[in-house]
Nanobody, 127 residues
Framework: EVQVVESGGGLVQAGGSLRLSCAASGATFDDYAIAWFRQVPGKEREGISCISSSGGDTHYAPSVTGRFTISSDGAKKTVYLQMNSLKPDDTRVYYC????????????????????WGQGTQVTVSS
């Protein structure tokens, strides 16, 4: 089982930046993929980015392409989501999750295998 813990959320003005971190433990870091999702309470959770187990493949949802960048640090067992040019519509709870692998199909980010979720971190973008 993989444990993931998010951090780095907060309040930022529109146009600003934040970097989220997803610290992983409980398994060999190279054996699983990590994805970022976000959600408004009461609505469906949206996958926005993922990085493959090898770290060689990254995927983005259309809503964040060109603004968000996912990266990983194997030594720290941490995946980052750099979020630039933030908009009020980016206000969500952001979750990271691990899975066997990840990909993108028709703009939808997905994870495969057993999926383990973090507790989420709030990102609020003020106008």
């Amino acid at each position: 089982e993989v444990q993931v813990v998010e951090s780095g959320g907060g309040l930022v003005q529109a146009g600003g930046s934040l970097r989220l971190s997803c610290a992983a433990s409980g398994a060999t870091f190279d054996d699983y993929a990590i994805a970022w999702f976000r959600q408004v309470p009461g609505k469906e959770r949206e996958g926005i980015s993922c990085i493959s187990s090898s770290g060689g493949d990254t995927h983005y949802a259309p809503s964040v392409t060109g603004r968000f960048t996912i990266s990983s640090d194997g030594a720290k067992k941490t995946v980052y989501l750099q979020m630039n040019s933030l908009k009020p519509d980016d206000t969500r709870v952001y979750y990271c999750a691990s899975g066997a692998d990840c990909g993108e199909a028709m703009g939808v980010i997905y994870l495969t295998g057993d999926i383990y979720w973090g507790q989420g971190t709030q990102v609020t973008v003020s106008s």
